[in-house]
């Protein structure tokens, strides 16, 4: 025997230890990797093996032989059916953010009361299977210790339970999230129980028979007892149905459910599960018949449900007896902890919170935190006290299979809301009541415990009815199916609850959002239909009724934290984002006050605006969302679709053109990056906005083009115009067309504007009217040059002959004089028709590159100089060129000269008359740097990096065309150079041009170069 005190030290300790873990893993100082590792949920599911597969199994294995590996072998089908099953509700509960059976089928069948339903039930087909748990830590303590303290260590178990589960099963708001600190604690007290029983197992072979050839022998001699193991299989003694209420049983079981699909895990995760699960179970059961055989042989007298206990204790291996209670321990304790969690989460939802609405505005988090922690407690209580009262001590596994009944009593409903749309409302609670009347009737009545001192008539009725329905059935079964006392319940009751919900929803069609929410739970749909969803006006609307749940100060708080984390301004009114928001607060306060109360908490009263006009502009918008963000797996057609939305919005986004959708309720519904790049604002800031709310100019721009295109003017059309985007010149055309109607619900379907930024186009465009300009001028100036050149031959040859003949010196001297000016009016000719031939057209017999050689910059800007003196209507400034002879460049001279043509005159223009112009040459790092300076107004800073843009100029009079600037600098990076500017406002400018010295790397390369 082992003392009392070391049991109980050993049940406080590995409770301990499963907190240490829980915990660990809450504040990550488990790695989140391992933590949420997919073998972790098929650990996790172990959950399903209880005290009744721990010690129960091998007593079933005794009384009903092979069927035992029916109650794995139904998981193991359910696992099978994962894509059809399993997969289907994850979807529906991750998408819709339900955390329970109750809540999944409340939400499908748009019923509170189905939920209610559906939560008390599991309520009260639990504590059976909770008092099992109790049960079978007593008799452990019992057999391993002796009578007379197995009650004391089962209230301790269950205190101890209490307080785990309270702290860890109800947590507080700020610790909203994935379970990581319950699952991986489960997920260790699996593989715990898993290696506890395989030790059992191999001592029970080695000890007793003394290896596998000796358990191969006494088979031999016991063929007849093995033999009898697989009767009650061939003669179907419960086989068949118990396939059916474990399969059930593998989901729809709280605990299972909860860790499934209420932990949060992923496709992956559950994929990984669907193989690792069945083969945890098989590793299970490999112990079970050799244990069975081993307590045979040492201990027949004794009840099986014990032999994982007796076996390694009548072997003298103590401490593995003790393993082995640490095991039974550990399986009773995860079952009850995540059974309770699963329960208090469902009654506070469905049963409590409902009734108990005008408590929760008044700190809400803490009420909600206790209403669950004293639902844990209660449901913890009640099974230890429903296992105490109870009188009916047959096997361990008998509570458990009543529980396994009732549970598959879902199975109906589930399997409608999965495949059947024309289920109602009505039809599924009046199934379920029938079904639920038929198990009381034959399951429970049997382990209700006998009442003193109150009238048992209602209870005898019950039993007599039981016994009855029991000995109809044993009548037409044969002697081998008399220990069967599930199968027909589970028949009879699925078969009333089937017919029941089949018939009255023929009864009566289904309601409209019943159909809807059917449609969202049999299809790949994305979400909840816009349409139907309503929409807050404001930010504060949405707070205000969210504050009639739970008060002003916790919807402030939820609401700022939704506002938060999808960074939602506070005066945001679009729809869209509204509806986000909507939806984050759902999603927030479904773990607090379950989603059933969290959407009508979170759904507005009014309708959306906009009205049906915008409801399918809205839901297009919505859907692009959901998409964009992948919260949705597709698969076959709608994957396809999908792969093609992508291209489309793929090459939109690429377009040149800036696209700007607007549905029929004035909102915008898609922009592209061009569009976002045009106006300076992202996409998230524009979609489901209205026009007026787009900054200026675009927002009567647009509306102009909307207008028009909305009246019908011709259908489709353009408008160009010049407006001034960050201070820049844009010259804009925006194309409009409306757009027909998708279906019948809008009498528009909106329309499409396309805006084309001409700027380069039109500074091309005058880049190609200026040089047309200048070759005009030049075919001018070469005529002007004709006329002139020949009496200017006349006068320099009259005058040099005057010279030649005259004998006064003073004539002579005036004659030089005439001969000096005539050369002079000769060089400004020839500058001037060379400047003009810059921009001439190049004829197709012309070489460009005859026109490249060594140029003295010196000689270019005198030359610019003499050119800018011409025009006698600007102001007279004095030029100080230190350019020395030795800067020498290959380019271009004609151009160079337009350069600095074009700078001069810009620095003439900003300076007062008289002022000096400055212009520096020096060689620096290996190239040649020249700076313009003048002292001028200078250039504000915000436009510094704008006026060497076409179009952008700061002259106030109207011969500024903004494109000298730009074409300078296009000239000197054609010549391999650099062109920047240094101003400040009321200080002047200076522009430094650097350019390649003849000779260095990068200098342009003419005929001589190349000589």
């Given at each position: 025997m082992i003392n009392v005190g070391v049991l109980l030290f050993a049940t406080v300790a590995w409770l301990a230890v499963l907190a240490a873990i829980a915990l660990a893993a809450q504040r990550e100082r488990?790695?989140?990797?391992?933590?949420?590792?997919?073998?972790?949920?098929?650990?996790?599911?172990?959950?399903?093996?209880?005290?009744?597969?721990?010690?129960?199994?091998?007593?079933?294995?005794?009384?009903?032989?092979?069927?035992?590996?029916?109650?794995?072998?139904?998981?193991?089908?359910?696992?099978?059916?994962?894509?059809?099953?399993?997969?289907?509700?994850?979807?529906?509960?991750?998408?819709?953010?339900?955390?329970?059976?109750?809540?999944?089928?409340?939400?499908r069948f748009q019923s509170p009361a189905a939920g209610a339903i559906a939560a008390a039930f599991s309520l009260v087909a639990s504590v059976p299977y909770v008092a099992q748990q109790f049960r079978a830590t007593e008799q452990s303590v019992r057999v391993l210790s002796g009578p007379?303290?197995?009650?004391?260590?089962?209230?301790?178990?269950?205190?101890?339970?209490?307080?785990?589960?309270?702290?860890?099963?109800?947590?507080?708001?700020?610790?909203?999230?994935?379970?990581?600190?319950?699952?991986?604690?489960?997920?260790?007290?699996?593989?715990?129980?898993?290696?506890?029983?395989?030790?059992?197992g191999l001592v029970a072979v080695l000890g007793v028979f003394g290896g596998a050839g000796g358990l191969a022998g006494w088979l031999d001699d016991n063929a007849a007892q093995v033999a009898a193991l697989a009767r009650p299989v061939r003669d179907d003694a419960g086989w068949t149905s118990m396939l059916v209420i474990s399969f059930a049983a593998a989901f729809l079981l709280p605990r299972q459910w909860h860790m499934a699909?209420?932990?949060?895990?992923?496709?992956?995760?559950?994929?990984?599960?669907?193989?690792?699960?069945?083969?945890?179970?098989?590793?299970?059961?490999?112990?079970?018949?050799?244990?069975?055989?081993?307590?045979?042989?040492?201990?027949?007298?004794?009840?099986?449900?014990s032999y994982v206990l007796l076996v390694p204790q009548l072997l003298d291996q103590?401490?593995?007896?003790?393993?082995?209670?640490?095991?039974?321990?550990?399986?009773?304790?995860?079952?009850?902890?995540?059974?309770?969690?699963?329960?208090?989460?469902?009654?506070?939802?469905?049963?409590?919170?409902?009734?108990?609405?005008?408590?929760?505005?008044?700190?809400?988090?803490?009420?909600?935190?206790?209403?669950?922690?004293?639902?844990?407690?209660?449901?913890?209580?009640?099974?230890?006290?429903?296992?105490?009262?109870?009188?009916?001590?047959?096997?361990?596994?008998?509570?458990?299979?009543?529980?396994?009944?009732?549970?598959?009593?879902?199975?109906?409903?589930?399997?409608?809301?999965?495949?059947?749309?024309?289920?109602?409302?009505?039809?599924?609670?009046?199934?379920?009541?029938?079904?639920?009347?038929?198990?009381?009737?034959?399951?429970?009545?049997?382990?209700l415990p006998e009442m003193t001192g109150m009238e048992p008539s209602w209870l005898d009725l019950l039993r007599s009815g039981a016994d009855h329905a029991r000995e109809m059935g044993a009548a037409r079964l044969s002697r081998a199916t008399l220990n069967d006392t599930w199968s027909l319940p589970t028949f009879v009751s699925l078969a009333v609850n089937g017919a029941t919900l089949g018939l009255v929803s023929l009864l009566r069609p289904p309601g409209e959002e019943e159909r809807e929410a059917a449609r969202l739970c049999r299809r790949r749909e994305i979400g909840p239909s816009v349409e139907r969803a309503t929409v807050p006006a404001s930010v504060s609307a949405l707070e205000e009724r969210l504050a009639r749940l739970l008060g002003r100060e916790a919807a402030g708080i939820e609401v700022t934290r939704a506002r938060i984390e999808l960074d939602i301004p506070r005066d945001e009114t679009r729809p869209t984002e509204l509806h986000a928001l909507q939806e984050r607060?759902?999603?927030?306060?479904?773990?607090?006050?379950?989603?059933?109360?969290?959407?009508?908490?979170?759904?507005?009263?009014?309708?959306?605006?906009?009205?049906?006009?915008?409801?399918?502009?809205?839901?297009?918008?919505?859907?692009?969302?959901?998409?964009?963000?992948?919260?949705?797996?597709?698969?076959?057609?709608?994957?396809?679709?999908?792969?093609?939305?992508?291209?489309?919005?793929?090459?939109?986004?690429?377009?040149?053109?800036?696209?700007?959708?607007?549905?029929?309720?004035?909102?915008?519904?898609?922009?592209?990056?061009?569009?976002?790049?045009?106006?300076?604002?992202?996409?998230?800031?524009?979609?489901?906005?209205?026009?007026?709310?787009?900054?200026a100019p675009f927002a009567e721009l647009f509306a102009r083009a909307a207008r028009a295109a909305s009246a019908g003017e011709a259908g489709a059309g353009a408008d160009e115009v010049e407006v001034r985007v960050a201070g820049r010149a844009r010259a804009l055309r925006v194309h409009r067309a409306a757009?027909?109607?998708?279906?019948?619900?809008?009498?528009?379907?909106g329309v499409v504007l396309l805006v084309e930024d001409r700027t380069e186009q039109r500074a091309l465009e005058a880049q190609l009217a200026h040089r047309d300009r200048l070759a005009q001028l030049g075919r001018l100036a070469a005529g002007v040059a004709h006329e002139v050149g020949n009496p200017l031959t006349g006068i320099a040859c009259l005058a040099q002959n005057l010279r030649a003949e005259a004998d006064s010196d003073e004539i002579r001297a005036r004659a030089g004089l005439i001969l000096g000016e005539a050369a002079?009016?000769?060089?400004?000719?020839?500058?001037?028709?060379?400047?003009?031939?810059?921009?001439?057209?190049?004829?197709?017999?012309?070489?460009?590159?005859?026109?490249?050689?060594?140029?003295?910059?010196?000689?270019?800007?005198?030359?610019?100089?003499?050119?800018?003196?011409?025009?006698?209507?600007?102001?007279?400034?004095?030029?100080?060129?230190?350019?020395?002879?030795?800067?020498?460049?290959?380019?271009?001279?004609?151009?160079?000269?337009?350069?600095?043509?074009?700078?001069?005159?810009?620095a003439r223009d900003a300076s007062e008359p008289g002022a000096t112009v400055a212009v520096r040459g020096r060689i620096e790092a290996g190239e040649i740097v020249v700076e313009v300076e003048d002292h001028g107004s200078g250039i504000p800073e915000e436009l510094l990096g704008e006026v060497l843009e076409p179009f952008v100029t700061t002259k106030r009079d109207p011969s500024g065309t903004g494109l000298g600037l730009p074409l300078s600098r296009s000239i000197v990076q054609d010549h391999g150079g650099t062109l920047a500017l240094r101003s400040a406002v009321g200080q002047g400018t200076t522009v430094v041009v650097r350019l390649p010295l003849a000779g260095a790397a990068g200098a342009r390369r003419g005929p001589e170069a190349e000589a």
């Open positions: 488990i790695p989140r990797a391992l933590a949420r590792h997919p073998l972790v949920l098929a650990l996790s599911l172990g959950v399903y093996a209880s005290s009744w597969t721990y010690y129960g199994g091998v007593g079933f294995a005794q009384r009903h032989g092979l069927v035992f590996l029916a109650v794995y072998l139904g998981p193991t089908l359910a696992c099978i059916a994962t894509p059809l099953l399993w997969s289907r509700v994850l979807r529906i509960t991750r998408e819709q953010r339900l955390s329970s059976l109750a809540d999944l089928l409340a939400f007379g303290h197995e009650e004391a260590v089962g209230a301790v178990f269950c205190a101890l339970l209490a307080l785990f589960t309270a702290f860890f099963g109800a947590r507080p708001p700020a610790e909203r999230g994935r379970e990581d600190g319950l699952a991986a604690a489960v997920a260790f007290e699996s593989a715990a129980k898993l290696a506890v029983l395989a030790a059992v699909f209420a932990s949060g895990a992923g496709d992956r995760a559950l994929a990984t599960a669907a193989w690792a699960f069945p083969l945890f179970l098989l590793a299970l059961n490999l112990p079970v018949l050799p244990v069975l055989w081993a307590g045979s042989r040492l201990a027949p007298a004794e009840p099986a449900d103590r401490w593995l007896a003790l393993a082995a209670f640490i095991g039974g321990i550990s399986a009773a304790s995860a079952m009850v902890m995540v059974t309770a969690v699963a329960l208090a989460n469902d009654s506070a939802t469905h049963l409590l919170l409902p009734l108990a609405r005008r408590t929760l505005r008044r700190n809400v988090y803490a009420r909600v935190l206790w209403m669950r922690r004293g639902l844990l407690t209660a449901i913890l209580v009640g099974g230890w006290l429903f296992h105490r009262a109870q009188t009916n001590r047959g096997l361990l596994v008998e509570s458990g299979i009543v529980s396994f009944v009732a549970f598959a009593q879902f199975l109906p409903g589930l399997f409608a809301v999965l495949f059947w749309e024309r289920a109602t409302r009505a039809g599924f609670i009046a199934g379920l009541l029938a079904g639920i009347a038929t198990w009381t009737t034959a399951c429970l009545a049997p382990l607060l759902h999603r927030n306060l479904s773990p607090l006050v379950g989603p059933v109360l969290a959407r009508t908490a979170a759904e507005a009263d009014a309708p959306a605006a906009g009205g049906a006009s915008g409801a399918l502009t809205e839901q297009l918008r919505w859907l692009e969302r959901r998409l964009a963000r992948g919260e949705t797996r597709l698969v076959g057609a709608a994957k396809e679709l999908d792969l093609l939305r992508r291209w489309l919005r793929s090459l939109l986004a690429q377009l040149p053109l800036g696209v700007c959708a607007v549905g029929s309720d004035g909102a915008i519904s898609l922009v592209n990056r061009r569009l976002e790049a045009l106006v300076g604002a992202e996409e998230r800031d524009l979609v489901g906005a209205t026009l007026d709310r787009l900054p757009l027909d109607p998708l279906d019948g619900r809008s009498a528009s379907g002079r009016i000769e060089a400004i000719l020839r500058s001037l028709l060379d400047h003009a031939r810059t921009g001439a057209v190049q004829s197709p017999g012309e070489i460009r590159r005859a026109r490249v050689g060594r140029v003295a910059l010196a000689e270019v800007v005198a030359e610019a100089e003499r050119l800018i003196r011409l025009d006698r209507a600007a102001p007279r400034v004095h030029v100080e060129q230190a350019c020395p002879e030795s800067l020498v460049v290959i380019g271009d001279r004609r151009e160079l000269v337009q350069v600095f043509v074009n700078l001069l005159a810009n």
